[in-house]
């Protein structure tokens, strides 16, 4: 069987540096094939945390190419999510107009300015830590919530049913009989959880135990086909993502996984579930007419919406002021290792750090 490269994105607000980074490491060690890229697409990060995030990934060895994208604004997990795939897969054009400049490590903090004196101070920023060169291709892209909810070993079983070649899309189910669930959520969540999931089996065709498991998995062939249908930029893109993939006919696979609530969600239930059940609608309506349910494809025909996919909004995002934050930065020393700063001057701009 021929081995499939995988790209792993973890999206993260406000997550805890010693947790994450803990868990890219199991991701790293754990998951066979090993993820030749593990981006993390950080959203709104302060200088502290980045730091602290930035120390502890430089200080850790990994096999696959370690990645941080850096946005200074709250994009939502779904946007976070489609911006990390999109730059996986080369789905949309990120690296035009880049330019290279090379560093030596040092104890003193690098000004980007100093690095070089063109860089746009209004520019999305990526860093990679490692040396290993990005995989050119990626055949499954997956995501993986920052909290390690999901244990790697269990993740890995997600990623199983398409590097099996027996699902074209994978999900985690936390709800599923099989599932082992070491800790709970707190007894209002679950029943919001347990609540939503019951409306959506009865508005979906996807008939699944569980919706909204950070664990989920994708070949990059059906993303592809999919992408331009995801409206959703919040927590219900998932929703979004199984509805369409099954109305455009792609075989979808529920995986019980091994999963443990984490504290600190920043995530407002009641707020979230009311938005939710808004998107149960509208993607049970683009999956059907996809599916080419007469009526439902009439009123595509007449519908207007305002809205646009969130493939759009990535890729015409005003670029943001993250220099400061994503630059100013201590490099340490004992690295012994020269750091390749590479800026792509389009939204998706990176430095990577090698």
């Known amino acids: 069987m021929m081995t499939r490269s ?30 030749a890229v593990l981006r993390i697409e950080l959203d709104a990060p302060s200088s502290s945390l980045l730091k602290q995030l930035y120390s502890r990934l430089s200080n850790s060895t990994f096999t696959a190419s370690v990645e941080i994208a850096i946005a200074d604004t709250r994009r939502g997990k779904g946007a976070a999510i489609t911006a990390g795939f999109e730059r996986l897969c080369a789905c949309t054009n990120t690296t035009a107009n880049s330019t290279t400049t090379t560093v030596t490590s040092n104890n003193e903090t690098t000004e ?8 746009d101070r209004d520019t999305d920023v990526t860093i990679n830590l490692t040396t290993t060169p990005p995989a050119s291709t990626i055949d499954i892209l997956a995501f993986a919530d920052a909290d ?7 993740f890995e079983t997600v990623l199983r049913a398409l590097i099996n070649d027996t699902a074209d899309v994978a999900t985690g189910s936390r709800r599923h009989p099989s599932a082992d669930v070491t800790a709970h959520q707190t007894l209002g969540r679950r029943y919001l959880g347990d609540g939503f999931a019951w409306l959506a089996r009865r508005l979906l065709d996807e008939q699944l135990y569980d919706y ?19 409206y959703a930029s919040g927590f219900a893109w998932d929703i979004e ?28 239930p009641l707020r979230t579930a009311l938005r939710l059940g808004r998107v149960l609608v509208t993607a049970r309506h683009r999956a059907r007419a996809l599916a080419h349910d007469p009526v439902h494809r009439l009123l595509a025909s007449i519908e207007r919406s305002s809205s ?8 015409t995002s005003k670029p943001t002021a993250l220099s400061e934050k994503a630059t100013n930065i201590t490099i340490d020393a004992e690295a012994e290792a020269d750091v390749n ?11 990577e750090v090698g």
Do not use: M
């Not at 980007?112 to 860089?119: A, E, H, Q, V």
């Open 212 to 230: 909204q498991c950070g664990a989920k998995a994708i070949t990059t062939d059906a993303w592809q086909a999919v992408r331009s249908h995801i």
């Open 241 to 268: 993502l199984l509805a369409i993939s099954g109305g455009l006919g792609y075989q979808v696979a529920e995986v019980p996984v091994r999963w443990e609530d984490q504290p600190g969600s920043t995530v407002s």
């Open 308 to 315: 646009q996919p969130v493939i759009d909004s990535v890729a």
């Open 341 to 351: 700063v590479n800026i792509d001057t389009t939204d998706q701009s990176s430095i």
């Open 6 to 35: 995988i790209g792993v994105v973890i999206p993260a607000y406000q997550p805890d540096p010693e947790r994450l980074t803990s868990y890219l490491q199991q991701l790293d060690t754990q998951v066979t094939p090993s993820p």
């Open 148 to 154: 390690g909810s999901t244990p790697a070993s269990s």
């Open 112 to 119: 980007r300015s100093n690095i070089d004196p063109g860089f």
